[in-house]
């Protein structure tokens, strides 16, 4: 029996996994191996960590949690079952193992434009959050795939790092008069015919290419995507979602289903590596404050 079980080796489950292992619970971190940032050359804003490679981050977290007895496994947890009083974790490799709490710390997936080449740019030079990746195409040509308010909000933001944005809409813009004229007067190019290909020199972007031959040229690529769940536990699980798809959760990643936390990027909007951290650890102080509710550990209001 454990206390807790955590999906998801990123810096949120890491973070709640530290914490917990300093309040000397027993936990087990489950990982399939497979983090969402896996394709990035280094991740950004992450105070004293700034430019560090994700998989060098979580190398270092996983050293950090030996000392305190957290036990990591390289697995995907196949399904969730909750009883009265505790949870039944399947593995898909390995028997079932069973704790008093779980914190899902899956994370989302990104999906790419459907654009041949744009793939081999991921990570590189084609990204989707300019906070993490704006400062290092600054004052570059910056091109940005996407229709719609969310495209063109995400041109404009780009403004920001770069006056030279095109927005490629890749067909129809879906975009307003009042988000025309917005675009035009931050002389941000519009493009609406459909692209074919991202040229590059191994994943450094060099143009954009249109169906009907004329290419844009441009350093760097944003792009304004669907995000999906990782996984479907949350769901599983009886948790209330958002309007915008992600798990509902209070400020310390508590969720409608009892013993259920969800931390990271599947809960929030505001996914840096930094804030999923903070995340982790706060979910972990709650947790451990649960555990000591249920062992009588904590006083009781009056009735």
Not at 64 to 70: A, P, S, V, W
Not at 142 to 154: E, F, M, P, S, T
């Amino acid at each position: 029996m454990y206390d807790v079980v955590i999906v998801g080796g990123g810096p949120a489950g890491l973070s709640a996994a530290l914490l917990l292992g300093r309040c000397r619970r027993r936990v087990l971190v489950c990982d399939s191996g497979t983090p969402r940032n896996a394709a990035s050359r280094a991740l950004h804003g992450y105070l004293t960590r700034d430019g560090v490679a994700p998989m060098e981050l979580l190398r270092l977290g996983r050293d950090e949690l030996g000392q305190y007895g957290i036990e990591l496994r390289q697995a995907v947890v196949s399904g969730i079952a909750a009883s009265a009083d505790e949870f039944e974790v399947t593995l898909r490799e390995g028997e079932p193992v069973r704790a008093l709490a779980v914190l899902l710390a899956t994370g989302i997936r990104d999906e790419l434009p459907a654009v041949d080449g744009l793939d081999a740019c991921y990570g590189i030079t084609a990204h989707h959050c300019p906070y993490c990746d704006g400062w290092e195409h600054r004052e570059k040509t910056i091109g940005v795939i996407g229709r719609g308010a969310g495209a063109a909000g995400l041109a404009l933001s780009l403004r920001t790092w770069s006056d030279r944005v095109v927005l490629c809409t890749n067909g129809p813009s879906k975009l307003t008069p009042v988000q025309r004229e917005q675009l035009a007067a931050q002389h941000i190019t519009l493009h609406e015919r459909r692209l074919t290909r991202v040229e590059h020199d191994n994943g450094h972007v060099t143009a954009l290419v249109m169906v009907d031959g004329e290419s844009v040229p441009c350093d760097a690529i944003f792009f304004a995507g669907r995000q999906t769940q990782q996984c479907d536990l949350a769901k599983s699980l009886g948790c209330e979602f958002t309007s915008k798809g992600t798990v509902k959760t209070d400020h310390l990643g508590k969720t409608c289903v009892p013993g259920v936390f969800v931390v990271g990027d599947a809960s929030r909007d505001v996914q840096f590596v930094i804030v999923a951290a903070a995340e982790g650890a706060k979910a972990g102080v709650a947790i451990n404050k649960a555990l000591q509710a249920r062992a009588g550990l904590a006083v009781q209001s009056s009735a």
